[in-house]
């Protein structure tokens, strides 16, 4: 698939970053238009509605999601593994994009709800290939969804696990059943 035009890309970055620190609210098409440095001609051409730009950012994070379920079917460590150790919000495309995202589904958006529904269930089933038990394969998806939550809450970025992530991979292998 051919990128997407620098100004549609434009757009959904001006999007993501009013809606981080202003709320939906703002995230008007003029703001979006003035934020990204386009005209709102040039906006509307891309994304003619809201729901047009809604639309675009729940595409946007679903790819991303994507790319991220890829490289954690074919990381070394193991899906599990992988999900635990980048459960950290360290400020990159897609953390930003879902947590713009989820600041549209607190609204009752359902687009935005449907795309943070995919996304889990696309992790949860790149974890399910290597965990075979359903509720084990939920179980380590809650244990990085809480240190996702307490990384992203606690204001700090980071690209490293937190350093008690080895105890918590540990839980993880008891869970799965899986022996060293």
């Known amino acids: 698939m051919p990128p997407a035009p620098a100004a549609r890309a434009k757009l959904l970055d001006a999007f993501v970053t ?11 098409l003029d703001a979006v238009a003035a934020t990204a440095g386009v005209s709102k001609g040039g906006l509307l051409y891309h994304f003619p509605t809201k729901d047009a730009l809604v639309e675009g950012l729940a595409e946007h994070v679903e790819a991303l999601a994507a790319e991220d379920v890829e490289q954690m079917s074919s990381a070394p460590e193991g899906p599990a593994a992988y999900y635990i150790r980048t459960s950290v919000y360290a400020d990159t495309p897609l953390d930003q994009a879902i947590i713009a995202t989820t600041r549209l589904s607190q609204t009752a958006n359902p687009r935005a709800r449907q795309a943070l529904r995919r996304i889990r269930q696309g992790w949860l089933d790149a974890l399910s290939v290597e965990v075979t038990d359903p509720a084990a394969a939920r179980a380590v998806m809650l244990i990085g969804d809480g240190l996702y939550y307490g990384a992203a809450m606690s204001g700090e970025t980071s690209e490293t696990p937190p350093e008690d992530v080895g105890e918590l991979l540990e839980v993880v292998r008891r869970i799965t059943g899986e022996r060293d």
């Open 18 to 28: 009013i809606l981080l620190e202003q709320g939906e609210r703002a995230a008007t």
